[in-house]
């Protein structure tokens, strides 16, 4: 079969992490209390920044964006994961898996990119305090969170136009809590190494860079 977005498997079925019945219920109330307190504690962040003007510095502008991503991650995988506690096997279309896909990849991606902003931020405030009003402008703040954006929507797009070139004709069955990128080669009945290299590339080169700039 040769390469293109041939696709005869019209849905997957993720298996979730266990298929013990009391592993799954100690697991959901765990996942989902966690996702809760998490939701509810990032929502707090931006509702006490937004509301409060002496909140309005170039840290907090980049926390609430950081919770705002933060909400975005955490809801693409977690409800996928809490209903694979919930019954053996969840199903999903394959447009709905790609979508997931991208999502995941787009917060996760944008997630690293502001860490490394914030780090800027704080390594500007504490060795060049004098400068820090130019230095870290509203302009550059702005662009700074625009092009995080960016690069999490470039990087997810990496991924998806990837996956777009796969060929689905044989299992369905996702060994993982949701649609991730690795899973979903193994079922594709033919790829080729540039499907393979370049989300490798693309991944490895981020999280290089982000670390480096957070170490530094």
């Keep these: 079969m040769g390469t293109g977005n041939y696709t005869t498997v019209k849905e997957f079925i993720i298996l979730g992490i266990t298929e013990n019945a009391t592993a799954c219920v100690i697991l ?11 939701l509810m504690g990032n929502v707090s962040i931006i509702m006490v920044i937004r509301s409060s003007p002496q909140l309005h510095t ?40 790609i979508a997931h896909l991208c999502s995941a990849a787009t917060f996760g991606t944008t ?15 504490i060795c060049s305090p004098l400068l820090y009003s130019t ?32 060929s689905f004709c044989g299992p ?20 080729d190494f540039t499907s393979e290299i370049i989300p490798a590339i693309s991944s490895g080169s981020i999280i290089v860079v982000t670390v480096f700039v957070i170490v530094l």
């Design 111 to 125: 997630e690293c990119f502001l860490l490394a902003a914030m780090a800027y931020d704080r390594y500007v405030a």
């Design 58 to 97: 170039p840290m907090y502008l980049f926390l609430s964006h950081l919770a705002f991503v933060d909400i975005g991650e955490s809801s693409s995988v977690t409800p996928v994961m809490l209903t694979g506690f919930l019954k053996k096997g969840t199903s999903i279309s394959v447009v709905g898996c």
């Design 28 to 38: 959901f109330i765990v996942f989902l209390g966690i996702y809760v307190v998490a």
């Design 172 to 191: 369905n069955k996702v060994n993982h809590f949701f649609c991730d990128y690795s899973p979903l080669l193994e079922l594709s009945c033919f790829h």
């Design 135 to 166: 230095h870290m402008s509203p302009r550059i703040c702005i662009l700074l969170v625009g092009m995080s954006y960016v690069g999490g929507c470039v990087h997810a797009w990496t991924f998806t136009g990837c996956l777009l070139t796969l």
